[in-house]
T-cell receptor
């Protein structure tokens, strides 16, 4: 158990819909990262927040957005969903903001868009 | 574009033998490299890392080798154990920065 929790575990929704994925980092971790793992790709970095502020952005679509709240939990919002958005979405947390800080991953949320 | 490549999707090794997992990268700015291990239904777990100022880092049965001129790194597991069966991801970052670039993973099966 990494100490990072993600809800829900599974999500099935239709094209065009909007969903929210939630992540609670390990106690004491200030950084939260979101990754997407689709069938034909490795883990793709989406976005990072550090202590409530956006720190880095990767290949995140404009239809996707995220935020980190004062209690440090984070939410990833996916809208106008397409079939290609079906993937595993991982959240990770670390104490600090750089990659030399070990990132602890949650178990992921499996999103299926039908 | 995939800047970190793991060209072998799978590898099978006998228990007790050496497992060698390979990773190539294209971005010469990468200076920090990591290996993660992933079991089914779990998130990836950090295994070992190496900075570009080194060419080898060892942690118990796991050793990572970095060849900067070839833009290649490898993970050696000696001796391999059935519990090592998992998907292994190679990752890299620039200036030990914020974003990790992952490969697609290599599925290792260690048979008794």
């Amino acid at each position: 158990d990494s100490g990072v929790t993600q809800t829900p575990k599974h999500l099935i929704t239709a094209t065009g819909q909007r969903v929210t994925l939630r992540c609670s980092p390990r106690s004491g971790d200030l950084s939260v990262y979101w990754y997407q793992q689709s069938l034909d790709q490795g883990l793709q970095f989406l976005i990072q927040y550090y202590n409530g502020e956006e720190r880095a952005k990767g290949n995140i679509l404009e239809r996707f957005s995220a935020q980190q709240f004062p209690d440090l939990h984070s939410e990833l919002n996916l809208s106008s969903l397409e079939l290609g958005d079906s993937a595993l979405y991982f959240c990770a947390s670390s104490v600090g903001g750089g990659t030399t800080y070990e990132q602890y991953f949650g178990p992921g949320t499996r999103l299926t868009v039908t | 574009d995939q800047q970190v490549k793991q060209n072998s999707p799978s590898l099978s090794v006998q228990e007790g033998r050496i497992s060698i997992l390979n990773c190539d990268y294209t971005n010469s700015m990468f200076d920090y490299f990591l290996w993660y291990k992933k079991y089914p239904a779990e998130g990836p777990t950090f295994l070992i890392s190496i900075s570009s100022i080194k060419d080898k880092n060892e942690d118990g049965r796991f050793t990572v080798f970095l060849n900067k001129s070839a833009k290649h790194l490898s993970l050696h597991i000696v001796p391999s154990q059935p519990g090592d069966s998992a998907v292994y991801f190679c990752a890299a970052s620039v200036n030990s920065g914020y974003a990790l670039n992952f490969g697609k993973g290599t599925s290792l099966l260690v048979t008794p």
